[in-house]
């Protein structure tokens, strides 16, 4: 049995130990936000929190997440009003919208460390792809984002 804590609820995994993260989380606790783009984790459309940190559940398997603390897009902010979530929305980034979740969750994550982050910051730290390119709005929300926080502070 696997203890883990998923947006703030406990929850425990009684199965495959092997089973990767994301796949638990979409089809036995239903938060179907994290998306499977590529399973081999290289687009990072199923990026998590895991104890804050931005990871690639696909690759993860649910036994390196045993007494962990993960967040998914549904878990970020109760209402939507994260920073990455406001600037998301002021920026209008969606085309298609499949890798935002993903997107969202690698940037929350990153302005932490990166509160004035620079293009070449966005480029060695933002690895998640966008199969529409919309990476010239993604770039503005991620600097929108982080005066937001700066705001909020």
Known sequence: MIELTINGNKSKIDGDP????MWYLRDIQKLTGTKFGCGIG????????IDGKAVRSCITPVSQVAGKSITTIEGL???????VQKAWLEEDVPQCGYCQAG????TAEFIKNHPEPSNQDIDENITNLCRCGTYVRIR???KRAAEIQKEES
């Open 140 to 142: 503005k929300a991620i």
């Open 18 to 21: 092997e089973m990767p993260l």
């Open 77 to 83: 902010s109760e209402n939507g009003e994260h920073p």
């Open 103 to 106: 997107q969202i969750m690698a």
């Open 42 to 49: 290289q687009c990072g459309a199923c990026t998590v929190h």
